[in-house]
């Protein structure tokens, strides 16, 4: 049995990054660049306005002659006289002989000409060539995630095709003879299955849309043929259950018999201490305990961090927050604990149903209060750390 941050060590060392893709812009979101970005253009590539109104050179002078008209498009580049001005749209080409623009709701104006009743400073209105990136600048830097607002960044440099790292492909297998599927009705000594929905909604929320379901019955035969063909097709492998040390656990002997190559076998944490990590080839195992807080527990602390390291997150641990402990809290274990909390801009309540099978409180926890194995005693007013959780 390991520690916490032994095993956490271990995945980051083990979890390394997907092969690389060309991918167009437009079906790039939630994909991490693998490369830097170049800008290919000026952005604007010309000077624009940044209202409508009148582009002039700025002076003195009150009243302009009005000689030509800018819409979004043009590019006439005529050339004012200093008692001259013409009409501009937003995102309108300025002429060189213009330095300022002044807002229509400032002018009184007529056909031919305008008088300026609030003067704007010079060079007001006019967004400069290049004012939000330059030609050759960087764009995004590698490891940065693609956001709407990066495929839109892009887009407006003329960008197609961007080098992203492709995402894992995961499966879920969940064991359990006494699991149903929801919409039936429960039988005697059944209970509905959960895990698999949790970790592929989980999932979803680090960037893996799509997740494949399996699901065994509690053999060493029938596991270990499962686990054979999963192993073949995926990148990232969670089993549900079956992992600890009952009559009917089949999980890491059909793991081993598949040349799983095992990392570490338990952890010295509550809830979640059952877990299996291991290896094939560069297929990761991630075997879960099957009670569901238990399960979702280990997923925000192992299992996200790893998939985000295997999609070329630069950031894959969630920064911890600092929060005052609203009650006294023991730990008389020797384990670190991870409690289902809720925080505010101050305080932290720990949660009540801490029990590794209850996901009510779950349901409306926000943060994963930790109590490191070595700390028997948290006072109220303390300051202890927090994991946020989705």
Known sequence: MIKVEEAIAIIEANSAKMPTKLISVNRALGYVLATKVISPIN???????????????????????????SQAGDHSNIKLKATEAIRIFTGAFVPNSADTVVMQEHVMANTDSILIAEMPE????????????????????????????AIGFLAILGITEIEVYKKPKVAILVTGNELMQPGKK????????????????????????????????????????????????YD????????????????????????????????????????????????????????????????????????KNKMGFS????????????????????????????????????LDGQSSAMLNTFAIANSLLIVPEN??????????????ID
Do not use: W
């Open 43 to 69: 952005m604007p590539p010309f000077r624009q306005s940044a209202m409508d109104g009148y582009a002039f050179s700025h002076s003195i002078r009150h009243q302009y002659d009005v000689v030509g008209i």
């Open 186 to 233: 429960l039988k005697k000594g059944k209970i509905f299955e959960s895990n698999s929905v949790m970790l592929e909604a989980a999932l979803q929320t680090i960037g893996i849309e799509k997740t494949k379901i399996y699901r065994v019955r509690d053999n060493l035969k029938a596991t270990k043929k499962a686990l054979k063909s999963i192993l073949k097709k």
């Open 122 to 149: 010079k060079f007001s209105n006019v967004r400069p060539k290049g004012e939000q990136i330059a030609k050759d600048d960087v764009v995004f830097e590698a490891n940065t995630l693609i956001t709407p607002a």
């Open 315 to 350: 950031e894959i641990h969630k920064p911890k927050v600092v929060r005052k402990i609203n009650s006294d809290i023991k730990n008389n274990t020797g384990k670190t604990l991870f409690l289902k909390a809720k925080y505010d801009e101050t305080t932290v309540t720990v």
């Open 375 to 388: 700390v028997e005693e948290y006072k109220k007013g303390q300051l202890v750390s927090l994991l946020p």
């Open 236 to 307: 990232i492998v969670l089993v549900s259950g079956g992992i600890s040390v009952g009559d009917y656990d089949f999980v890491k002997e059909a793991l081993l018999q598949n040349d799983v190559k095992e990392l570490f076998y338990k952890i010295n944490q509550k809830p979640g201490k059952p877990m299996f990590f291991g290896s094939k080839n560069e297929t990761l195992v991630f075997a879960l305990p099957g009670n569901p807080a238990s399960s979702l527990t280990n997923f925000y602390i192992y299992v996200a961090p790893a998939v």
